[in-house]
T-cell receptor
Framework: GAVVSQHPSRVICKSGTSVKIECRSLDFQATTMFWYRQFPKQSLMLMATSNEGSKATYEQGVEKDKFLINHASLTLSTLTVTSAHPEDSSFYIC????????????FGEGSRLTVL | GIQVEQSPPDLILQEGANSTLRCNFSDSVNNLQWFHQNPWGQLINLFYIPSGTKQNGRLSATTVATERYSLLYISSSQTTDSGVYFCAVERRGYSTLTFGKGTMLLVSP
């Protein structure tokens, strides 16, 4: 299957700082990438959809000014959590699809964010 | 939005036992995937199965799209099968995956 790589896998930061998480498709070009969030012992919730070269589409209830998404190339999407607070602590997972819509989705390893 | 219900929510098996996990969904779908989330959080693709039956080693899956359900079969379970199994669907006309709440499987030696 296709390989999606996420970095960093773990990050601890102080409240008020910003954190950037990278998601790369290593062996295919991803026209569409998705960012999910997972709280402990819960399911994955879609945060936003990013399409290469255009603005991200955010799900209802997700603050676009807090969770900045950039998909500047066909192999890289970034999620920046701005002015992080302890309630932003979570597991963030990206996924990618090679075509329009989803087709089969492949997921990164996830990034565990802890905000102190 | 589309509803995705997985059952059972928790399952404990002895090594070597077989099990069936179920995923019901409330609307027509273009895509259905089964994933295994390991203890480190990594989502492993098991099956991309919007319809029909597929097998991969000890695992197999069947989706009956007209009746809006999918089944994941695990045979001769091993301790390494432990983890959370998620079903996720892409509703027809949309382009995003919606996840069920998962089945937490524990296989004991």
């Amino acid at each position: 299957g296709a390989v999606v790589s996420q970095h960093p896998s773990r990050v601890i930061c102080k409240s008020g700082t910003s954190v950037k998480i990278e998601c790369r498709s290593l062996d295919f070009q991803a026209t569409t990438m998705f960012w999910y969030r997972q709280f402990p012992k819960q399911s994955l919730m879609l945060m936003a959809t990013s399409n290469e070269g255009s603005k991200a589409t955010y799900e209802q209830g997700v603050e676009k000014d807090k969770f900045l998404i950039n998909h500047a190339s066909l192999t890289l999407s970034t999620l920046t959590v701005t002015s992080a607070h302890p309630e932003d602590s979570s597991f963030y997972i990206c996924s990618a699809s090679a075509g329009r819509g989803t087709g089969e989705l492949f997921f990164g390893e996830g990034s565990r964010l802890t905000v102190l | 939005g589309i509803q995705v219900e997985q059952s059972p929510p928790d399952l404990i098996l002895q090594e070597g036992a077989n099990s069936t996990l179920r995923c019901n969904f409330s609307d027509s779908v273009n895509n259905l995937q089964w994933f295994h989330q390991n203890p480190w959080g990594q989502l492993i693709n098991l099956f991309y199965i919007p319809s029909g039956t597929k097998q991969n080693g000890r695992l197999s899956a069947t989706t009956v799209a007209t009746e809006r359900y999918s089944l994941l079969y695990i045979s001769s379970s091993q301790t390494t099968d432990s983890g959370v199994y998620f079903c996720a669907v892409e509703r027809r006309g949309y382009s995003t995956l919606t996840f069920g709440k998962g089945t937490m499987l524990l296989v004991s030696p």
